[in-house]
């Protein structure tokens, strides 16, 4: 093996070889190698790539990425990929994806309940109404990608500036006024707790701030009901993270101290075992003995 330099070598490179080569810290390399072993780019060693001749990193699509999702099953994966030749995002009616899927309407319909609940795609109704309120019907729904993956909950200092992000959202919602300080305690502890659990706060600005004229009888009252209704959790779209802008949710394993996606609770990097023990971290204060 040769280094990065071309020089020789029999030792693979280190992550801070790899990432000095392309711009990265330690961690961020070891976040991206962990990826794409997880993604099967990269054999266990995070070194050796599986599909010979890789050159520079590959720009993914909407299609090239949903190729690669784990659907449900694969009438489910022939809809993601159908759906993702409209884009990350866009606007398609139920015929229109059974024409592109090569499926029947009825079997479309079925399988959207099954990408929904998979967390890969999210579908917005567009109704048409007239300038009093009149209902004309609706346009085809607006759809996003997701990812299936769900963001992070907050950790250490950004844990504890959640009240005061919170405090800046409500600020923002321009239907919150008349509110006694009661009412905006309450909304900052409710926003705070989205925060801690990983909803950014961009999108929960545009889960509670949809209308411009918006008027709420009890704006406490109602705030809390918008909340309610989001998810738990906040699952990242799919461009977000196909482009690599945000990071899954990961752990680091308990003996190398590689971050990796844990699954069903898994402690180390290779399921139920450490795939690179090697590079066992030992705390700073554990005492270590020689053995004569």
């Known amino acids: 093996m040769r ?14 070889a790899i990432g000095a080569a392309v711009g990265l810290k ?25 599909t010979a001749g890789i050159g520079q990193p590959v720009l993914f699509g909407p299609q090239e990425w949903a190729a690669g999702v784990l659907a449900p099953d694969p009438t489910c994966a022939r809809c993601l990929i159908a759906l993702a030749g409209f884009g990350w995002e866009g606007q398609v009616s139920m015929p229109e994806l059974a024409a592109a899927a090569g499926i029947s309407l009825r079997t479309a319909e079925r399988h959207r309940a099954h990408l929904i609940r998979a967390d890969l795609v999210t579908f917005r109704p567009v109704p ?20 299936g993956l769900t963001a992070a909950r907050l950790v250490g200092a950004a ?8 405090a800046g959202v409500i600020e ?15 909304a900052v502890k409710s926003v705070t707790w989205c925060l801690r659990n990983g ?15 918006r008027q709420a009888y009890r704006p406490g009252g109602y705030l809390s009901k918008l909340l309610r209704k989001l998810p738990a959790e906040y699952v990242v779209p799919a461009r977000l993270a196909a482009t690599g802008e945000v990071t899954e949710r990961q752990v680091d394993c308990r003996i190398c101290d590689t971050p990796f996606r844990s699954k069903a609770g898994q402690v180390f990097c290779g399921g139920v075992v450490c795939l690179q023990p090697e590079l066992a971290v030992i705390p700073p204060n554990a005492q270590v003995f020689k053995i004569a």
């Open 3 to 16: 280094d990065l330099d071309g020089a020789a070598n029999d030792l693979p490179p280190t992550a801070e």
């Open 26 to 50: 330690k961690r961020a390399t070891q976040n991206h190698l962990a990826h794409l072993f997880a993604t099967g780019r990269v054999d266990a060693d995070r070194r050796t790539p599986i």
């Open 128 to 147: 048409v109404t007239t300038g009093d309120g009149k209902n004309l019907g609706r346009l085809p729904d607006r759809f996003t990608l997701m990812s």
């Open 159 to 166: 844990w504890d500036e959640a009240p005061t992000v919170a």
């Open 172 to 186: 923002r919602v321009r239907w919150f006024v008349g509110d006694t300080e009661e009412e905006r305690a309450n």
């Open 199 to 213: 909803w950014p706060e961009e999108a929960l600005l545009r889960a509670l701030d949809a209308s411009k004229n």
